[in-house]
């Protein structure tokens, strides 16, 4: 299996030659060395020893959807407010010495917000080479040792690391077999490891769950959105014991909305405009329930 992985990944990086994405790639190469200064709080601001902005840089790599990031005088508004759900998981997270892995990492966002809290190894995935080149902008600047894979969670169990702590942010209702999709996530936590999960929800106490019949707040590739109960039995189904409920959110305009980092709509243009607790297909709005997941 490590073979036809690593076959896989040779095969994903051709990927960085695709012709939207070759341009960015060589921008990258012409980046000159600089000496940072980082801190990795809300914002990650970044103080480089250059006179030159990198404007036009970050411009390029348009849209940025999680973040904000500042490089020297340059602010990178993403679309989502992306430390409300880091904060929010704060508090229940010990990654000191751990071995992460970031399933759905973007462009490294949350990686790098990881860092101050001193893990062993931090390894994201994701599919996407924009999002791949971002990451490599940021940690161009940062300069960390964090591992970024072309792969997706349908590659995770055969991926041959043994992970302290999984994430899987804004992944689960994009798959079609959710609980194929948690299987692979557990095949590779370590038997003490925990998951960090969210999904869309919608309320009840049936173990049911709403099957958008075209689109969800205008996303074609959303499967189902369960409620809590028909979640805990996904997880339960997938062989995890204990499932723990953290925190259910209403996604709001503060955390996620329309800049001038972005193209195209956000979140106030997938709602209802005469009701915002409704999208505009006319399904419950974007709600949200975090939770921690063990084997035992």
Known sequence: MKSSIE?????REKWLGWKNIAPLREMLKTLPSVESKVEFDDTIMIKTSSEKSFLKQAKMLMPWRKGPFSIDEVFID????SFKKYNLLKPHINLKDKVVADVGCNNGYY?????KDSPQKIVGFDPSPLFKTQFDFINHFVKSDIEYELLGVEHFAEYG?????????GVLYHRSDPIGALKSLKKALQPDGELFVDTFMIDGD????LTPKDRYSKIPNIYFIPTIPAFKNWLNRAGFKSVEVLEITQTDQDEQRKTDWIEGESLGDFLDENNPHLTVEGYPAPKRVYVRARLS
């Open 7 to 11: 076959e896989l990944k040779k095969e």
């Open 78 to 81: 993403s679309e989502w407010q």
């Open 111 to 115: 990686m790098f917000r990881m860092l």
């Open 161 to 169: 690391v043994k992970f302290d702590t999984i994430f899987c942010l």
């Open 206 to 209: 049936d173990e049911v769950c």
